[in-house]
């Protein structure tokens, strides 16, 4: 009796793949399944292919659609420039707030372009220690970081902070635009309720932001033990976070 197909150990030795299998046809013949084979592997080829680059059209569509949403994330962050005493503070204060990317050491509000920290030790280059703050307005808005940064230090101490006297650690906000200036204005007024003095904090438009140091960023983090840091950067982070932590609860 003839078969469809069957095993057979009397298999051609021509390495195909279905080697094993054969079509039945005349007596004293069997027919190879090349003649099968061959336009079953086109098929597969050819589907193989239309998955190979249906998978890479998707990849690639993934690839731009994370691309987008990054520069949409990007494009999304809000800049906030204030200071209030060493810059060491503010940075190490604000790093803890939620919605906020970054926190950059620099110098605003002055006249000299490029300044040095011991240029702006002297006290004659205008330029006040302040911090860069990138923020995600969805998650913390402008006005809740300003109200954050009213208890950040004393806004009521001209041109000083504690034992820190001179312009350069004056208590100063830098707006970016209209908005901005409005907010803060608005918001120095909403803060005075809390502190019996008036507030001193000036606020001006921001002509330029220059990057402290490398050395100055993320200075708190890096040299927890030193002596400023310990007497004086330390208890105002501990006393910064406690508000956080209340205002969760």
Request: aromatic share 10%.
């Amino acid at each position: 009796m003839s078969e469809l197909f069957s095993m057979s150990a009397h298999q051609p030795s021509d390495g195909l793949a279905f080697q094993g299998f054969y079509e039945a046809g005349p007596p004293g013949r069997r027919r190879s399944h090349r003649s099968l084979a061959t336009p079953h592997l086109d098929r597969l080829r050819h589907g193989f292919a239309r998955v190979l680059l249906l998978a890479c059209l998707t990849g690639i569509a993934s690839i731009g659609a994370a691309e987008m949403n990054d520069t949409k994330s990007s494009s999304q962050m809000e800049i906030a420039v204030f200071g209030g005493g060493c810059f060491w503070c503010l940075d190490a204060q604000f790093k803890l707030v939620q919605g906020v990317k970054s926190v950059i050491s620099g110098y605003a509000g002055g006249t000299t372009k490029n300044p040095t920290y011991e240029q702006v030790c002297t006290e004659t280059t205008g330029h006040a220690e302040v911090v860069q703050v990138e923020f995600d307005p969805s998650v913390v808005s402008y006005a809740d970081l300003l109200r954050k940064f009213f208890h950040a230090h004393d806004p009521t101490t001209l041109n000083r902070q504690g034992a820190d006297v001179g312009t350069s650690y004056r208590s100063i906000i830098l707006y970016r635009d209209a908005t901005q200036k409005a907010g803060a204005e608005e918001i120095k007024k909403e803060a005075q309720k809390d502190w019996p003095d008036p507030i001193v904090t000036e606020i001006a438009p921001l002509q330029a932001f220059y990057k402290a140091e490398d050395y100055h960023q993320d200075y708190f983090a890096k040299n927890p033990t030193q002596g400023y840091c310990r007497l004086v950067v330390a208890p105002k982070v501990r006393k910064f976070e406690k508000m956080l932590h209340e205002e969760k609860h």
